[in-house]
């Protein structure tokens, strides 16, 4: 299939699947005439790669999760699993941080509306 289809099919930008494939996160078989020929499991790949990147994730674990799609052995789930347990740790510690800034405007703005005395 060819990209506009592609994007069609997988919810995902031709801009972005051209990302995709320059970073070998997805594949076409190039035609005689030069055009990208996509087939039909790009569509479900694409769009697991658009879920991971709205995800927050960079591309290297972006990539690296993608080796689990697929019938692949449990050992090759394992690096994925440790690299998806920091990126949850990092998140938590971000999270964190977030709600104590998040409770230090609401003190700000509790305190700035209330009554003068």
């Known amino acids: ?4 289809e592609l994007s069609r099919r997988s919810g995902v930008s031709p801009r972005s699947l051209r990302y995709y494939e320059e970073h070998d996160l997805i594949h076409a078989e ?3 005439n030069g055009y990208r020929d996509y ?3 790009t569509v479900e790949r694409a769009s697991a ?3 991971l990147f709205e995800m927050g994730f960079s591309r290297e674990v972006v990539a690296s999760a993608l080796t689990c799609l697929g ?3 449990d050992a090759v789930h394992e690096p994925v699993i440790d ?3 920091l990126v949850r740790d990092d998140l938590a510690v971000q999270m964190e941080k977030l709600a ?3 409770r230090l405007v609401s003190d700000v ?3 700035r509306s209330q009554p003068a005395r």
């Open 1 to 4: 299939m060819k990209i506009g």
């Open 30 to 32: 190039r035609l005689a």
């Open 39 to 41: 087939d039909d499991s």
């Open 49 to 51: 790669i658009r879920l």
């Open 71 to 73: 019938d692949v052995p």
């Open 83 to 85: 690299q998806l347990r």
């Open 100 to 102: 104590a800034t998040h």
């Open 109 to 111: 703005i509790d305190g």
